[in-house]
């Protein structure tokens, strides 16, 4: 019975030195296993021995140190790679965006050169080029008007004037038509006189 009491308390003993020994060795590595860099250094100096003038360290600490920074470098690493990818996908689409805006840009040009100008027999034309034509257009038809009145009005005077003229030699010719005329009789009857004077004589 004592043997088996010994014996039993021997695996007691053992397997709560071995619990005491993990706990322990899981209590020195969780400082290492969370963390920054800068407290897993801060852990290693707090925690390590002193010898003289030296820090003496576990090589386990050591070895998860330089582990974790692996990792922290890998991971910036991966950070890096996806930010310059990141980087690269937006300067994309900021070209496509820019060639978009330029694109844009040169539709509005040619929408707004359209809006201030329109096609007239063939040729583009401005709103202003246009008007100035217009106005230019009715300047010359006003110009035209107002000389074909004069032109009118001094022709009519001249119309005017010709058949008054004409009226005048007309009553000049009757009146000389019908002294012709009363001329013409008084020397017929002047002939007839003479005639029958004559033939008196015979």
Known sequence: MKKLFKSTFFVVVVFFSLNVLMYAQEAETS????GSLDSQFDYIITKSNSYEAFQVVKKTWLYKVKSNSLDSVKGLRDNIVTLENNVQEQQKEINVLKSSLQETNSKLEIASSEKDSFAFIGMRLTKSTYSAMVWTI??????????????????????VKTK?????????????????LEREQTLAR???????KYKGLD
């Open 31 to 34: 400082g290492l296993d969370g």
């Open 138 to 159: 009715i300047f010359i038809l006003i110009l035209a008007l107002l000389v074909m009145l004069f032109l009118f009005k001094r022709s009519n005077t001249v119309t």
């Open 164 to 180: 008054e003229l004409l009226h005048d030699k007309q009553e000049e010719f009757d009146a000389h038509r019908k002294w012709a």
């Open 190 to 196: 002047d002939l007839n006189k003479l005639k029958q």
